[in-house]
Structures are given as C-alpha cells and as structure tokens.
C-alpha cells in the first residue's frame, strides 16, 4: 500500500482523480444531480465564501444539514480551505448542539433552513462563537447574519489552490456518545478518509465508477460519510442522496427510480423492508450487493433478503473513532450470524479482563490497530486515554473468534446500547424519565425482538399515589431527547433489583427478559 505524501489535502485528492469525469454524475439528490465538475466547482466557492465571512485555517464550522449534494460540497469546501467541519447528526435537541457549538468553538454553521429553528434555540442559550450561518434551502427570511447558499456560493469565485494540509492535519469531527457525560469530538485526520477508502472501501467491497451507491445511514455517520462519500468518489461512483428518513418506502422509491447498484443500510431498516408489503420485486431494482453495519446483523435477516433479492448482505462493524469498518464479511465468503474477518491492514486483538489475548471461542473485549483510528476526543483527555491506547482502539464491544478466524458479537463491554444502528446511553433515557413528577425511579436495559434486533425497554417504578401511563411516559422522553432514544417498550414494577449499596441491577432485569 503506497503512503501519502505529507502534504495531502482528501478534497484536492478527491478533486484531481476525477477531474477526466468532470461530466459524470457525481450526486443525484432530492432536487436534481450534480457532475464531477459542478461539485469540484461548488466545493471551491464554498472554501472562498467561508474565507469571505472570516473563517480562519483550523477553525471549526458545524455542518448540520439533511443529506442532499450541498452536503459534500460544504464538507469538502471546508476541507479544501483547511477550515474544520464538525458533522453532526441533524436529529438531536437544542440542548445537545448548544454543547457542540461551545464545546467545538465553531465560527459558523453550513445548515439546512429546516434545520434553522433547532439551531437558532440552541444559539440564543448562550456561549458560542458563531457569526456567520449558510443556509441551504431556507423556507423563509434569514437572520441578520445568514446567508443563503446559493448566493454564498454565486458570490464567491471557487479558491484556486487547496490548503496545504498536512496527511496528519485534524480534517473534520464527528460527535460520539458514551454511556455517560457528553458527546466527545471525535478529531479525524485528511489520511484517514483515505485510508478507509483503500483499506475497505475499494478492496473489500470493491466498488467501481459504474456503481451508483445509496446509503440509508446519513452522511453526518461515520458509516453513512465513507458509504455516500469518501468510497464512491475515491472510484468516480455515482451517489444517491435522501432527505428524509430511510423508511422502507422512501428507500424502494430510490431503488426503484434511481436503480442504485449498492445499497448500504443497517439490519432495522434490513428487517422493516422484508416486512414491507411493498418489497420490489428482485427484476424491479439493480442491487448487486447490500453493506450492513451499526448492529449485528442477524443471519436468519440476510438469509431472507438473499432469497429475495439474490444479493448478499455484507456485515461488517466499524466505529465513529476508527472512521470505518474492520472487521467484515467478504463478498463470495459471507458466514451469516458473524461479522466476518478482520480487514487487511488491521490488527485486531479480543482481551480478556487480565489484558491479555483469550483463547478462540472465549469472549474479549475487542481493540483495534489501524492507520485510520481517530486522533484523539477533543479536549477529553480521561476518555481519550481510555478509547485510544498507544496505537491500539478500545471499541467497547465484546466479541468471539472461532478457529476459522470468523468473529462474532457478543454485547457491549459498557452499558451502552445500539438502536437501530445508533448508541443510546441507557442513563440518558433513565435520568429523563426521573423527571417525570410521577417517576421514583427507572432502569432501561435492551431488549431482543422477535427477529433478534436490540430495543430499548425502561422498567418504570412510580412514586406513591402517582400515575402515569406508558404512552405518556414514551413521549415525555420523546419530547426531550432526540426521538429515535425513546423506550419503544415500558413495564411498571414496584421495585428495581438493587446491590446492597443501592445500584440497579441490569443484569437481572435482562435476565429477567430473556425467561
Ligand atoms: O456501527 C458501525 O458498525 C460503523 C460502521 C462504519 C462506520 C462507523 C460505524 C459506527
């Protein structure tokens, strides 16, 4: 594998491989496409026009905006100016984004106009530094100091030459939760992006300039970044891009209308779409191969949409601080019900609780060796030295390995829990319910459902003569935390299991549900 030079700048990179398909599309999004050429172009303009309103080399701009082609045109103007974008998932509450704009410094934010509401309560709490917004598609008048997009962009002659950015040079954040405290800045290099593109994305799913990729997980995911992003323009693909969400409809209507070559989703959406009765028909849509990730992806699930569609599923795991997936499955070598072996250029060790290597067919927890591991968590050093280990990853998952070298899930080693492909921190949703004046206390552990997939379940003691009901307690959560983080199941008990020092007991409430 050749290395980078140390002057590496991912946009120019991308720029310059495809500058022979300036004509090529390079986006189809909800409004129309954009060529190879229209996005270097755009790209640039956005570098300038963010030089234009002051923002500086290594400072941060939070890009929260829906999935659409204005969304690789501001990461990758922002990284060609050597600006810093922090992506952020455009589903969380006021309260979180006024911590990332704080916590991040961001100078300006690149956001949706349906997004400006959201974004406007967190500004007026106070303690950012932003000044300038670009708003993509507003619905109505713009704030004193907001531009529009288009005219940020029409404004702006594209900049002529990248920032000479170091291989090494922080690129771009993206935000991961923990079980506790807040969400840490995941600080990634211009080199990883390469380096999941040339480690996965080409070798292993060995995507080509005829693929047109579609990916139901958002660009603001690490996963859903290298699946509608980094990996496609690394081979000159075509993209298709969605605003909203990847409901089983809305995801046949691309595959339908815009016959998408590569699909990458997550086994919820895998299973709500064998669910559907309105699956395509295997003749009406051009997979030739499906990538999942986020969760495990339970074999039976693979099994039913390969007998459907003729199209395998690839499983694989990857994590927001090693940027994209190392452990997987392999097209023509899939073993259903693992996660695969791991991918060529990392290492991969499952430990047991001496820190040492366990045997095959014993639980470790696994840690990760690879070129494209974050940097650091920004101005986190306690979770940074935790996560990140000399050249070693924690990833927090717990893991087998059979003699054949295939891996397999085994739980999270913390007490987070993965929902539809996305963390959430059982503390949150408890503390939340707590704030309900009818709730003493509550525990919330995960699940399985019928078709093996983790969902939350909060167990619920109510205070003395309170009531309450379990619809009203599902959107009271609803309203105050991002909605995907809300107990889908919810039972009353009159008590918790408890230590003798009074902690709550999960373990025996998933005991409990497994009976
Ligand atoms: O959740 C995963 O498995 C994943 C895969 C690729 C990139 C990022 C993540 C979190």
Same mark, same amino acid.
């Given at each position: 594998?050749?290395?980078?030079?140390?002057?590496?700048?991912?946009?120019?990179?991308?720029?310059?491989?495809?500058?022979?398909? #300036?004509?090529?599309?390079?986006?189809?999004?909800?409004?129309?496409?954009?060529?190879?050429?229209?996005?270097?172009?755009?790209?640039?303009?956005?570098?300038?026009?963010?030089?234009? !309103?002051? *923002?500086?080399?290594?400072?941060?701009?939070?890009?929260?905006?829906?999935?659409?082609?204005?969304?690789?045109?501001?990461?990758?103007?922002?990284?060609?100016?050597? !600006?810093?974008?922090?992506?952020?998932?455009?589903?969380?509450?006021?309260?979180?984004?006024?911590?990332?704009?704080?916590?991040?410094? #961001? @100078?300006? +934010?690149?956001?949706?106009?349906?997004?400006?509401?959201?974004?406007?309560? $967190?500004?007026?709490?106070?303690?950012?530094?932003?000044?300038?917004?670009?708003?993509?598609?507003?619905?109505?008048?713009?704030?004193?100091?907001?531009?529009?997009?288009?005219? #940020?962009?029409?404004?702006?002659?594209? @900049?002529?030459?990248?920032?000479?950015?170091?291989?090494?040079?922080?690129?771009?954040?993206?935000?991961?939760?923990?079980?506790?405290?807040?969400?840490?800045?995941? +600080?990634?290099?211009?080199?990883?992006?390469?380096?999941?593109? %040339?480690?996965?994305?080409?070798?292993?799913?060995?995507?080509?300039?005829?693929?047109?990729?579609?990916?139901?997980?958002?660009?603001?995911? #690490?996963?859903?970044?290298?699946?509608?992003?980094?990996?496609?323009?690394?081979?000159?693909?075509?993209?298709?891009?969605?605003?909203?969400?990847?409901?089983?409809?809305?995801?046949?209507?691309?595959?339908?209308?815009?016959?998408?070559?590569?699909?990458? &989703?997550?086994?919820?959406?895998?299973?709500?779409?064998?669910?559907?009765?309105?699956?395509? =028909?295997?003749?009406?849509?051009?997979?030739?191969?499906?990538?999942? =990730?986020? %969760?495990?992806?339970?074999? %039976?699930?693979?099994?039913?949409?390969?007998?459907?569609?003729?199209?395998?599923?690839?499983?694989?795991?990857?994590?927001?601080?090693?940027?994209?997936?190392?452990?997987?499955?392999?097209?023509?070598?899939?073993?259903?019900?693992?996660? &695969?072996?791991? *991918?060529?250029?990392?290492?991969?060790?499952?430990?047991?609780?001496?820190?040492?290597?366990?045997?095959? &067919?014993?639980?470790?927890?696994?840690?990760?060796?690879?070129?494209?591991?974050?940097?650091?968590?920004?101005?986190?050093?306690?979770?940074?030295?935790?996560?990140?280990?000399?050249?070693?990853?924690?990833?927090?998952?717990?893991?087998?390995?059979?003699?054949?070298?295939?891996?397999?899930?085994?739980?999270?080693?913390?007490?987070?829990?993965?929902?539809?492909?996305?963390?959430?921190?059982?503390?949150?949703?408890?503390?939340?319910?707590?704030?309900?004046?009818?709730?003493?206390? $509550?525990?919330?552990? &995960?699940?399985?459902?019928?078709?093996?997939?983790?969902?939350?379940?909060?167990?619920?003691?109510?205070?003395?003569?309170?009531?309450?009901?379990?619809?009203?307690?599902?959107?009271?959560?609803?309203?105050?935390?991002?909605?995907?983080?809300?107990?889908?199941?919810?039972?009353?008990?009159?008590?918790?299991?408890?230590?003798?020092?009074?902690?709550?007991?999960?373990?025996?409430?998933?005991?409990?549900?497994?009976?």
């Amino acid at each position: 594998m050749s290395s980078l030079p140390p002057r590496f700048n991912f946009a120019e990179h991308l720029f310059a491989l495809n500058r022979g398909r #300036a004509a090529r599309t390079a986006y189809i999004d909800d409004r129309g496409t954009l060529s190879y050429g229209q996005l270097e172009d755009r790209a640039r303009r956005l570098a300038a026009a963010l030089k234009a !309103v002051g *923002v500086r080399r290594e400072e941060r701009v939070l890009l929260l905006m829906l999935d659409g082609s204005d969304w690789p045109v501001s990461f990758l103007g922002s990284l060609y100016a050597g !600006v810093v974008p922090v992506a952020v998932n455009t589903l969380l509450t006021a309260d979180d984004y006024a911590y990332m704009l704080d916590h991040s410094r #961001a @100078q300006a +934010v690149l956001t949706s106009g349906a997004l400006l509401p959201v974004l406007q309560e $967190a500004m007026a709490r106070g303690g950012h530094e932003v000044h300038t917004l670009i708003v993509s598609q507003p619905s109505g008048a713009l704030p004193a100091n907001a531009q529009e997009f288009e005219a #940020a962009l029409a404004a702006a002659e594209p @900049q002529d030459a990248p920032a000479l950015t170091a291989s090494d040079d922080p690129g771009f954040w993206l935000y991961s939760s923990g079980s506790t405290g807040k969400p840490k800045g995941t +600080v990634h290099t211009h080199a990883n992006l390469w380096w999941t593109a %040339e480690l996965f994305g080409k070798p292993v799913l060995g995507l080509t300039e005829d693929d047109v990729c579609f990916s139901a997980a958002k660009m603001y995911f #690490a996963y859903g970044l290298g699946n509608a992003l980094t990996f496609p323009l690394s081979v000159g693909a075509t993209v298709v891009l969605m605003a909203e969400r990847p409901t089983p409809d809305a995801t046949f209507r691309r595959w339908v209308d815009h016959q998408p070559t590569v699909f990458f &989703g997550a086994p919820t959406g895998f299973a709500g779409m064998l669910a559907s009765p309105k699956l395509p =028909a295997r003749e009406a849509v051009a997979l030739r191969m499906c990538s999942s =990730a986020g %969760e495990a992806l339970p074999g %039976e699930i693979a099994q039913r949409f390969k007998a459907h569609f003729g199209c395998e599923i690839i499983d694989g795991i990857g994590s927001t601080e090693m940027l994209h997936v190392f452990i997987s499955n392999r097209p023509g070598d899939v073993r259903y019900g693992t996660t &695969g072996k791991p *991918v060529d250029g990392y290492e991969i060790e499952l430990r047991g609780e001496d820190g040492r290597p366990v045997a095959d &067919g014993e639980v470790g927890d696994l840690y990760i060796r690879g070129p494209s591991a974050a940097l650091m968590y920004w101005a986190n050093r306690e979770k940074s030295r935790e996560t990140f280990q000399g050249g070693w990853t924690k990833s927090g998952d717990k893991y087998t390995r059979d003699a054949d070298g295939y891996y397999t899930y085994a739980g999270r080693s913390d007490d987070m829990l993965k929902v539809s492909g996305i963390y959430v921190s059982p503390f949150e949703v408890e503390s939340t319910l707590m704030q309900h004046p009818a709730v003493l206390e $509550a525990a919330v552990i &995960g699940k399985e459902d019928a078709e093996g997939l983790t969902k939350t379940k909060a167990f619920v003691v109510l205070k003395d003569g309170a009531a309450a009901t379990e619809d009203e307690l599902k959107a009271f959560v609803k309203e105050r935390l991002a909605p995907y983080k809300y107990p889908r199941f919810l039972e009353f008990v009159s008590e918790l299991p408890k230590t003798a020092t009074g902690k709550i007991q999960r373990f025996r409430l998933r005991e409990k549900e497994k009976q």
